[in-house]
């Protein structure tokens, strides 16, 4: 097969391939630990990792030698039939979460769309039939299906695709008079990620998370977590909605699961599931061999392998170097995040950042115009931490020094 150039690729996706994605200006071909290589051989560290996905990093030996052993074994049934790895992945995503049952579907995305029909399933269950309505957050994100989209904030994202599935209200994070107005007798459920990810890596301060539950609890209204960015050792934490207090009745999670196959989780506690019916929710390919068999394998790498750990150890390290970066760079207004989730807030936009440490190398992502996003690779190294925030410094000088000239 002739290696096509970044220009074939172009050329090719131009006349075949949606237009719907804003590339940037390079292509990977190959992977290994917390570098990519784009089609000339020109090494990147890599400190988005697929958008949080690659959690184990690029070509794990390991994950590689568990999903050939399966794909040479046995990739595919269905759900008609029973397999043995579903269960076990279950059993492990109930322990670390506290919640009871687990749903398995092909992304994080799939996994909100879950969360909120069996928080309808439950109200109908109920009798409750009006109960139909949620509550989601400014600057929240829940993917892209017309469910997930509906809890989405942005406008941007919303508009084209109106009418919505309602009434969504969004509150400000953080306005709790907001937030008891906003529940009512209507309200099916509350969903908030506990680290906002596409709105800026914005925390929910402790405050508001037990405004949250304080309105659960008095109101019965359903409370989903939304951790398919935070959850699974992304922030030293299994979960971190445990962190803040918080109790919910769903959480969704994604990303990390499969280390870069697609699968996604909807885990819930018993009082929902047991409101959920034969045929009420479906899926053709999700919790199949394959994606069972690399969450299995990340779940063992993060818990008894040592990953979770080792993000405890590496993730301060970055919010340090990071705090250091910000007081030496007046364009940078603020850093927020936890562990290895973090996000520079600029007073500018964040493009000439995102190009400019691509053009040295590096690799970090822009989010919410003016943020600067880092979800690395939980297994990055110190060394490559080091690195990473010496090519941020001297983007920040440069992109300093060209608003001076």
């Not at 292509?27 to 890599?46: K, M, P, T």
């Not at 829940?142 to 969004?170: K, N």
């Not at 150890?313 to 603020?334: F, M, N, S, T, Y």
């Not at 562990?339 to 000439?352: E, I, K, R, Y």
Request: aromatic letters at 6%; glycine letters at 10%; one cysteine or more.
């Amino acid at each position: 097969m002739n290696k096509l150039t970044l220009d074939d690729i172009k050329a090719l996706e131009a006349r075949h391939v949606v237009t719907t994605y804003k590339r940037q200006p390079v292509a990977f071909v190959r992977g290994s630990g917390s570098r990519l290589y784009d089609v000339d051989g020109r090494e990147y560290l890599d400190l988005i990792s697929g958008i949080g996905v690659a959690s184990l990093g690029h070509a794990h030996p390991g994950l590689a030698a568990a999903l050939a052993d399966q794909a040479s074994t046995l990739l595919h049934t269905s759900n008609l039939y029973y397999h043995p790895l579903q269960g076990q992945a279950a059993a492990r995503l109930t322990k670390l979460s506290g919640l009871a049952r687990a749903f398995f579907a092909n992304s994080g995305t799939e996994a909100v769309e879950g969360c909120l029909k069996f928080a309808r399933r439950y109200w109908f269950t109920q009798g409750a039939t009006a109960r139909t309505n949620f509550v989601a957050l400014e600057n929240s994100f829940g993917g892209r299906t017309m469910g997930a989209l509906s809890v989405t904030w942005d406008e941007h994202y919303r508009a084209p695709f109106q009418p919505l599935i309602g009434q969504v209200t969004f509150i400000r994070s953080g306005d709790v008079a907001a937030l008891e107005a906003a529940v009512n007798d209507r309200t099916a459920a509350i969903i908030a990620e506990p680290i906002q990810g596409e709105g800026g890596i914005r925390p929910l301060s402790q405050e508001f998370a037990q405004a949250i539950g304080n309105v659960c609890r008095r109101t019965g209204t359903l409370y989903i977590a939304d951790e398919v960015q935070t959850g699974l050792g992304r922030t030293g934490y299994p979960f971190y909605f445990p962190v803040l207090g918080l109790e919910p009745d769903l959480v969704s999670v994604g990303k990390a699961l499969g280390s870069g196959v697609p699968v996604g989780a909807m885990l819930m506690s018993e009082r929902v599931a047991a409101a959920i019916s034969p045929g009420d929710h479906g899926t053709t390919y999700g919790g199949n061999l394959l994606a069972c068999r690399a969450a299995l394998f990340f779940l063992e790498q993060l818990m008894d392998n040592g990953v979770l750990e080792h993000v405890q150890a590496v993730g301060p390290l970055l919010e340090r170097r990071l705090r250091a970066l910000a007081l030496k760079h007046p364009v940078i207004v603020e850093t927020r995040g936890v562990g290895l989730m973090q996000g520079l807030q600029l007073a500018v936009d964040a493009t000439p950042i995102v190009d400019g440490a691509r053009e040295r190398g590096l690799l970090v992502n822009r989010t919410n115009e003016k943020v600067v996003r880092m979800l690395p690779p939980l297994t990055i190294e110190a060394a490559d931490i080091d690195r990473a925030v010496e090519i941020l410094d001297e983007v920040f000088a440069a992109v300093e020094a060209e608003v001076h000239a």
